[in-house]
């Protein structure tokens, strides 16, 4: 290997190295989710998280906003994505969770996510809510990849 490409390629190593180091600290927690997750655990108190609850299903919506309130969290409910845009968008609310009820597979759901996170980011907050789709039911596993593309984590529930 020649001098020259051996010092680019040990320059372009380090470039890299640089880079990644860089962004972990520029870009630290909400970029990754994972970690973010377990921040916001360790941060939050408890009897100040905020859940905003967006479900179709009136009867599975009292039903998980009861075992939620018996966490003592804080929940709002909305019936359909529209009014929950409009709730995030608001300037003087702070959601730290939002949980979306993804079982009726007529909507698109992936849209109404991306939709949701735009939402919450005009409202200028510190910090974005995380998302998290529940389903009675199990969903394909292309759904499961596009609501994870979006930013949010899927669970099914029993």
């Given at each position: 290997?020649?001098?020259?490409?051996?010092?680019?390629?040990?320059?372009?190593?380090?470039?890299?190295?640089?880079?990644r180091?860089?962004?972990?600290?520029?870009?630290?927690?909400q970029?990754?989710?994972?970690?973010?997750?377990?921040?916001?655990?360790?941060?939050?108190?408890?009897?100040?998280?905020?859940?905003?609850?967006?479900?179709?299903?009136?009867?599975?919506?009292?039903?998980?906003?009861?075992?939620?309130?018996?966490?003592?969290?804080?929940?709002?409910?909305?019936?359909?994505?529209?009014?929950?845009?409009?709730?995030?968008?608001?300037?003087?609310?702070?959601?730290?969770?939002?949980?979306?009820?993804?079982s009726?597979?007529?909507?698109?759901?992936?849209?109404?996510?991306?939709?949701?996170?735009?939402?919450?980011?005009?409202?200028?907050?510190?910090?974005?809510?995380?998302?998290?789709?529940?389903?009675?039911?199990?969903?394909?596993?292309?759904?499961?990849?596009?609501?994870?593309?979006?930013?949010?984590?899927?669970?099914?529930?029993?």
């Amino acid at each position: 290997m020649s001098s020259r490409r051996a010092t680019t390629a040990r320059t372009s190593s380090a470039v890299k190295t640089t880079l990644r180091d860089f962004s972990k600290q520029r870009f630290s927690k909400q970029f990754y989710p994972s970690s973010s997750i377990e921040y916001a655990q360790v941060s939050l108190d408890p009897d100040k998280l905020r859940i905003l609850l967006v479900d179709l299903d009136p009867n599975h919506c009292r039903k998980l906003s009861s075992h939620l309130e018996d966490m003592r969290l804080v929940v709002d409910t909305c019936s359909d994505p529209g009014s929950a845009m409009c709730r995030l968008r608001r300037r003087g609310e702070q959601y730290e969770l939002v949980i979306v009820n993804v079982s009726n597979s007529t909507k698109s759901w992936g849209r109404i996510i991306q939709d949701l996170r735009i939402a919450a980011s005009q409202s200028l907050c510190q910090y974005p809510p995380f998302f998290l789709c529940v389903s009675t039911f199990r969903q394909s596993h292309q759904m499961r990849l596009e609501l994870e593309e979006k930013g949010a984590r899927v669970a099914y529930e029993r």
